[in-house]
């Protein structure tokens, strides 16, 4: 799990982030002491404790900022004064969270909130449900490899097997939603597996080479290396 702790008291940060190692051991925590460099770090985190109070930039502005880019970030504000708790609920806030934090409060709160990730978790990963003539089964998102187009047919390349189906390229794009990339028209990848990528086709981590398509190219690019920065790893 990621978190993220905004605040331009470097004292508060580091209390805030022992609070969380000392509930949370394998916890990645990220301490940024201005708006500006949280947003510019353009990471993805599953937690942001948030000050609001802070000089430039206030910490509302990065809350909207997340939820106009469409990250899913649970938020937590961590501030003074309680006359931003109405607005807080505006960019759907976890929790306000008021200075000085009683331990206990926060970590009640901050149990809460791990809970809620993992919920979150689950769902992304959650499992697909098919039927075929032959059998009904069941398929997590996160061991589909890529989705073949096969005329009327689909074929999903799973670690373990791969299955026919009768479904539809755009109906599988909206089952599987993000993380998927819809890189050929006869081919939808999972960014999990991607290993590398030229101008006419993307390696898999597998071995396996599938189509991109020429006129996808620089989307796939760009979407990739987003995908790549969300994860915490340098593009170069």
């Not at 993992?118 to 059998?135: H, M, P, S, Y």
């Given at each position: 799990m990621k978190v993220a702790i905004c605040d331009e008291e470097k004292g508060s940060c580091a209390t805030l982030a022992q609070l969380v190692r000392r509930q949370e051991p394998d916890c990645e925590v990220s301490c940024f002491y201005s708006v500006r460099q949280f947003l510019e770090a353009r990471q993805h985190y599953d937690i942001l404790l948030l000050d609001i109070q802070m000089e430039g930039m206030r910490g509302m502005e990065a809350a909207r900022a997340l939820r106009i880019s469409g990250e899913d970030t649970l938020l937590i504000f961590v501030t003074a004064g309680r006359e931003y708790a109405a607005e807080a609920f505006e960019v759907s806030a976890f929790h306000y969270l008021l200075k000085p934090v009683a331990?206990?409060?926060?970590?009640?709160?901050?149990?809460?909130?791990?809970?809620?990730?993992?919920?979150?978790?689950?769902?992304?990963?959650?499992?697909?449900?098919?039927?075929?003539?032959?059998?009904?089964?069941?398929?997590?998102?996160?061991?589909?490899l890529y989705i073949e187009s096969e005329k009327r047919k689909v074929e999903i390349h799973t670690l373990k097997e791969n299955i026919t189906i009768y479904a539809t390229m755009k109906h599988m794009e909206e089952q599987l939603g993000k993380g998927f990339y819809r890189c050929h028209r006869g081919y939808l990848v999972n960014m999990d597996y991607v290993a590398g990528y030229g101008t006419g086709t993307i390696r898999l981590q597998n071995g396996e080479d599938i189509y991109l398509a020429r006129e996808k190219y620089s989307d796939f690019v760009r979407v990739y290396t987003e995908y790549l920065k969300g994860k915490g790893i340098t593009v170069v």
């Open positions: 331990e206990e409060k926060f970590c009640g709160v901050f149990e809460n909130a791990c809970r809620a990730v993992r919920r979150q978790e689950e769902i992304r990963d959650g499992q697909l449900f098919f039927q075929t003539k032959a059998r009904n089964f069941t398929v997590r998102k996160k061991e589909i």
